[in-house]
Structures are given as structure tokens and as C-alpha cells.
């Protein structure tokens, strides 16, 4: 990759991953109207599959560009994801047996992703932009 080809494939990286962000936020507002709606079991489930395909999708990008990129921190942050994709893992499982109460959810998914973009997140963000120099 010459110099001119990585720089844009830096830029276009961090747009990527801010998008990805917002869809997350925009599934996540889903789930939450679900929940508050009432909607039945089945919708519900699926939302949540939906969501554990966005986060997950998410969370491999940003693990490939740490790898792709050489950044610091690679093994702490899948560390971190890892995290939230076995309790979002473990919830899907659930519907199977009971009737899922996804408010739980709600408030510590949207606690987690707040804390990991400002923390882990910011600092893939900065360690990429230090690559353009
Ligand atoms: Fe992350
Ligand atoms: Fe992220």
C-alpha cells in the first residue's frame, strides 16, 4: 500500500466506523421501542439478532483495522467486545426457554458502549490518525 492509497484508506476507516456507531444507536432505539411497545417474543428476538449482527460486524472491522494498521491495544479491546458479545449471545440463547426481558439490556448495553467509545474506542481513533502522519 503506498502512502497516498493508506492515508484514504485511513479516512475512509474512521467515517466507516463512525457510521457503524450511529447504526448501532439506530438498532438500539429499536429494541428499546420494542420493549417499550410490548411487541411479542418473536419480533423482539429478532431485533436482538439483528443487533448482535450489527455489534458483531462492528466489532470485527474495528478488530481487522487494529490488525491491518498494526495498532497498540489489539488483544485488550477484542478482550473488551468479546465481553459484550457472549452477554448479548447468551440473551439470544435465552428466548429459546423463557420470555426475555430486554430492559436489562437496554441500560447496560447503552452504559457499556458509552464507556468503550469513550475510553478504548477514542484510543483506536487517535492511533489511527497518528498513522497519517
Ligand atoms: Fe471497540
Ligand atoms: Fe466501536
Given at each position: 500500500m503506498?502512502?497516498?492509497?493508506?492515508?484514504?484508506a485511513i479516512r475512509s476507516?474512521?467515517?466507516?466506523?463512525?457510521?457503524?456507531?450511529?447504526?448501532?444507536?439506530?438498532?438500539?432505539?429499536?429494541?428499546k421501542y420494542a420493549e417499550s411497545?410490548?411487541?411479542?417474543?418473536?419480533?423482539?428476538?429478532?431485533?436482538?439478532?439483528?443487533?448482535?449482527?450489527c455489534i458483531d460486524f462492528h466489532f470485527t472491522s474495528e478488530e481487522n483495522i487494529m490488525l491491518?494498521?498494526?495498532?497498540?491495544?489489539?488483544?485488550?479491546?477484542?478482550?473488551?467486545?468479546?465481553?459484550l458479545r457472549y452477554?448479548?449471545?447468551e440473551l439470544i440463547?435465552?428466548?429459546?426457554t423463557e420470555e426475555a426481558d430486554l430492559s436489562e439490556l437496554d441500560v447496560f448495553t447503552t452504559n457499556w458502549l458509552e464507556e468503550?467509545?469513550?475510553?478504548?474506542d477514542s484510543k483506536l481513533a487517535g492511533r489511527l490518525k497518528k498513522k497519517l502522519h
Open positions: 503506498n502512502t497516498f492509497e493508506k492515508g484514504e476507516t474512521i467515517q466507516h466506523l463512525e457510521n457503524e456507531h450511529q447504526l448501532i444507536h439506530e438498532v438500539l432505539s429499536k429494541l411497545a410490548g411487541l411479542n417474543n418473536n419480533i423482539r428476538e429478532m431485533l436482538l439478532r439483528e443487533f448482535y449482527k491491518i494498521f498494526d495498532l497498540e491495544g489489539y488483544h485488550e479491546h477484542k478482550k473488551e467486545h468479546d465481553t452477554k448479548l449471545a440463547g435465552s428466548f429459546n468503550h467509545n469513550k475510553n478504548s
